[in-house]
């Protein structure tokens, strides 16, 4: 059965191409398209905006994202069996697809894209990981992108959302809450993939906010919080240790009880100490 872009099915994309998921490239593919479709419009308004697409292997995340409305899409993808599966829905959307092969973690896409720009993809956890902390974490702020709909492990889904208090609550919640609002807008089953991984997923949205929550530097923000939740059970004046020797007297200026652990300290409390630990 054609579909609406007048492609043909994903499964039938699959055999035509040979595209048998490997393991190493963690390749557990979206196949329905009510459901990428559904994944794209999470993504919010895209009319107006160039797509930055990681990881589009067969297409099911980059038809979505087309057939919604998008100006653009800039598909990076690393397995080269993807690219003529990718080529045929460049036909069907002539100027609006561009695909680059190689690794998301060293290509540099920026350069290709025109702002407004939204990043989506469904990619392996480690990548998917990597990259958030990349583009959570440059130096100066808006960056490049609007907002990242982003397919997780659950469990990471919810590190990233995460309030303090809690055991989700670490680096990647305080990275993402500081400078965005992060929301768990989709969870979906091991069967919504080919093939089922073991575990669920989630899709996390996060907006850019025009500003960050409270003062302080990135880097050293990304120093300390790192610190902090490498030792989580730790005293702070503990867990803290390799970053100085007067870490006690630091966490006193910032307002955070040198005994406690950092689990319980709050976004503004840890962007108070990163001032503290600025300062020469
Ligand atoms: N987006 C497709 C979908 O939803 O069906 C595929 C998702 S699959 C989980 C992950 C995709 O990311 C695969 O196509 C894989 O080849 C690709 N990939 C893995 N590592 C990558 C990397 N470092 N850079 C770019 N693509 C990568």
Redesign the pocket.
Known sequence: MAQIDGLPP?SEVIRTYQLSA?KS???????DLNL?AKIARQAGDLAECDVL??????????RGLLAEGARRVLA????PR?LPALEQIAQVYPGRLQVIE????E?DALQHLTPPIRVA????YN?GTELLVRWLTPKDWPPFWQSLTL?FQREVADRIVAAPGTKKYGRLALLAQWRADARIVMELPPEA?VPAPKVHSAVVHLTALPAPRFDADAHVLNRVVAAAFNQRRKMLRAALKPLGPDMEDRLKAAGIPPTERAEQVSLEAFCALAREVAKT
């Open positions: 994903l490997k490239l963690g390749q557990n593919f979206l196949l990428t697409e990681v990881g589009p292997g067969p297409g099911g995340l980059t990076v993808e690393k397995d993807c190689g690794d998301a973690l290509v993809a469904n990619l392996p990548v397919m993939f």
